[in-house]
Structure formats: C-alpha cells, structure tokens
C-alpha cells in the first residue's frame, strides 16, 4: 500500500463548479499537509499548506484535513480555465523535511 | 515568488555517460535543497536532502555513489547521475527551502533519456 493515494484523473468540470480533489494516507506521522499546483512543464507551486487537522481558506481555495479519517481534500470555488492543472497533495512529519507527494489529479476546467 | 531554475531542462545521453544537473536559486539563499525523481504515473519521489557545506542525506534505495550531490553554495546544488543506464530515465526535479524554512520552491525539472 501507497503510503499517500491520490486518484491521478484525469478530472474534467464546467467553468464555475466546485471541485473536490482528495487524498488519503496511512502514515500516522504526518503532521504537515500540502497541496501543490503543477502546470504541464514547469516545477510544483505551494497552494496551501496546513498543520494538523482542521481548515484553511484562501480566496477560493480550502483545505480540510481530517486525521482521524487520514484524509486531505482541497475544495477549489468558482473554478476558472486557469486552474487546469495537476494538483498534487504532499505531507510530511516534519515541515518541509522528508516529504510525501501523492500521484497528482489532473483537472480540466472547459469553459 | 522566488525562482527556482535547472539546467539543463532535457538531456539525452548514452549509457555509461555521467550528467550534471544543476539547480540554483535565483534570489535567496538556500541553505537546504531537495533533489526529487518522477517515474512515469508515479509520484514525485525524494531522492536526497543536500545541506550546504556537508554531505547530502539520501532516502533509502537511492545509491549515493551512483547520484553524487554538491551543494557548494548557498544558491547552487548539482546531482550528477554516474554511469547512467537506460532505467535512469527519468524527470529530475529540485528545490529549495527558504532561510527560514518557511517555504520551498521548485525547480523546473530536468527530463534524463539515456540510450
């Protein structure tokens, strides 16, 4: 078993819906939860980063930790053309140290 | 943000050969880098820590004498892959960790094709 699952897509939506990109784990020492944004040829861009369980908002971007369940997910609002990407959750132990990436979901968002 | 580059972008070389890439920050110092590899529908897998001015730690399976890591300044870390086989192929990706560790920002990626 993966220590992180990520369903890699590809996942396509209308302009405008909500998206829901998830991630789950096994390792119980992360404690470091990321979510990254990678266009098709450049490096992994830091969207959000979050430290145990709870939320975190930004703009029209949410992240929800659960560790109980070991479960990530990022919640992407009024989603745009502009935010096809492959999204990639991350986690770690320990900050920035010894870090984890799921496969990456490839969303699609058709105008 | 901060830019984070490698070069060289993509590289075809033929077994036996060694390559040399580099990263480098372009405005701050890193005193930490991270050098990870991406395998085909795979996930981007840490490869090794490089500290500036000491050893680099590897993650277990990746071969330190096959994968030489130099992080001879604050804005310059280099993997160079050593006799390189065709199961080397692969996307080469870096980072770097700001001062204070309060973020990391990726390189591009280099993509490796060895005959």
């Known amino acids: 078993q993966k220590e992180v699952e990520q369903d890699p897509g590809p996942l396509s939506v209308p302009e405008g819906a909500i998206v829901s990109l998830n991630c789950t784990y096994s390792n119980s020492a992360f404690q470091y939860f990321m979510w990254y944004r990678q266009y098709s040829r450049k490096g992994p861009e830091l969207l959000m980063y979050?430290?145990?369980?709870g939320n975190k908002e930004d703009g029209r971007f949410t992240a929800q930790v659960d560790k109980s369940s070991k479960y990530i997910s990022l919640f992407i609002r009024d989603s745009q053309p502009s935010d096809s990407a492959t999204y990639l959750c991350a986690m770690s132990p320990g900050g920035y140290q010894k870090v984890t990436f799921g496969i990456g979901t490839k969303l699609q968002v058709i105008p | 943000g901060a830019v984070v580059s490698q070069h060289p972008s993509r590289v075809i070389c033929k077994s036996g050969t060694s390559v040399k890439i580099e990263c480098r920050s372009l405005?701050?110092?890193?005193?930490?880098m991270f050098w990870y590899r991406q395998f085909p529908k795979q996930s981007l897998m840490l490869m090794a820590t490089?500290?500036?001015?000491?050893?680099?730690?590897?993650e277990q399976g990746v071969e330190k004498d096959k994968f030489l890591i130099n992080h001879a300044s604050l804005t310059l870390s280099t993997l160079t892959v050593t006799s390189a086989h065709p199961e080397d192929s692969s996307f080469y990706i870096c980072?770097?960790?700001?001062?204070?560790?309060?973020?990391?920002?990726f390189g591009p990626g280099t993509r490796l094709l060895v005959l």
């Open positions: 405005d701050f110092q890193a005193t930490t």
């Open positions: 979050t430290y145990s369980s």
């Open positions: 490089s500290n500036e001015g000491s050893k680099a730690t590897y």
């Open positions: 980072s770097a960790l700001t001062g204070g560790g309060e973020t990391q920002y």
